[in-house]
Nanobody, 128 residues
Framework: QVQLVESGGGLVQAGGSLRLSCAAS????????MGWFRQAPGKEREFVVA????????YYADSVKGRFTISRDNAKNTVYLQMNSLKPEDTAVYHC?????????????????????WGQGTQVTVSS
């Protein structure tokens, strides 16, 4: 089992930045694909970004490309999401997720149903 705990969310003005962290415990996630998804009120969960186990493959949603950066520190069992130039439409609960590496295609890494473990989420609110 893998337990994931997100932190770093909060309230920020448009144009501001936040850095989310996802700390894993229970098992090392060094061989897991890690992803971030978000869910806004009344909307479906959507893919944000994912990173392969070694950081060699990364996919971003078009809506965050150029503004968000994912990274991972396998020694610390932690994944980070640096969010810059935040917009009100980025407001959502952000969840990290772990996927036993089954492939590095965009389809595999961006599909929520392919992930095995999920965190409870951290709220990000961007005011205009």
């Amino acid at each position: 089992q893998v337990q994931l705990v997100e932190s770093g969310g909060g309230l920020v003005q448009a144009g501001g930045s936040l850095r989310l962290s996802c700390a894993a415990s229970g098992r090392t996630v060094g061989v897991y694909t890690m992803g971030w998804f978000r869910q806004a009120p009344g909307k479906e969960r959507e893919f944000v970004v994912a990173i392969s186990w070694n950081g060699g493959t990364i996919y971003y949603a078009d809506s965050v490309k150029g503004r968000f950066t994912i990274s991972r520190d396998n020694a610390k069992n932690t994944v980070y999401l640096q969010m810059n130039s935040l917009k009100p439409e980025d407001t959502a609960v952000y969840h990290c997720a772990a996927q036993r590496a089954v492939g590095i295609s965009r389809a595999t890494m961006s599909t929520a149903g392919r992930y095995d473990y999920w965190g409870q989420g951290t709220q990000v609110t961007v005011s205009s």
